[in-house]
């Protein structure tokens, strides 16, 4: 694994698109503080940039890098949770600024899942997790399933994990420092 995060790691810092396994489904990724990365992700999936990306970070520790006021309550739902679960900050900080949704948002995940925590810790910081498909397609729950374009449109592919099957990306909840709390995605 550890050659596998190294190649990932240049990847990301030279400003290339990942293509990896998460916690949930296969993802394409990069390096979410770099804008020029962040268009080659919409480029590639055919989605307008309008459309928020999600990310993923190591640990709370690295999730107060990104968001100016964590509401208490994430962090409970982050401690308790037993599935893979987005939470949606208000407050966006030190990312591209076309990952951010035009509402100042941003859409951000600790993974349970050791190769993207030490790829996050290793980058220390935020990478771009979007499903490995392109937009109005379906996810792919298999590495199998992955389109050629998408295969093709990546600068690494990570070979980890390529008979896992994955069926469920993750629950997505929306957290507003007024206190609102809204399921988006269960």
Known sequence: MNEEINKALQTLK???LILYPTDTVWGIGCDATNAEAVSKVYKLKQRIDSKALICLVADDRMLKKYVKKIPEVALNIIDVTD??????????QNLASNLVAEDNTIAIRIPDDEFCFQLCRRLNGA???TSAN???FPTPNSFKE?????LKGVDYVV????EKICNKPSSIIKLSNNGVVKIIRE
């Open 127 to 129: 990478i771009v997790s």
């Open 134 to 136: 392109i937009s109005g």
């Open 14 to 16: 030279s400003g290339g």
């Open 159 to 162: 070979n980890l994990h390529h």
């Open 146 to 150: 992955i389109q050629p374009a998408i």
């Open 83 to 92: 599935k893979p679960t987005t939470i949606i900050y208000d407050n966006a």
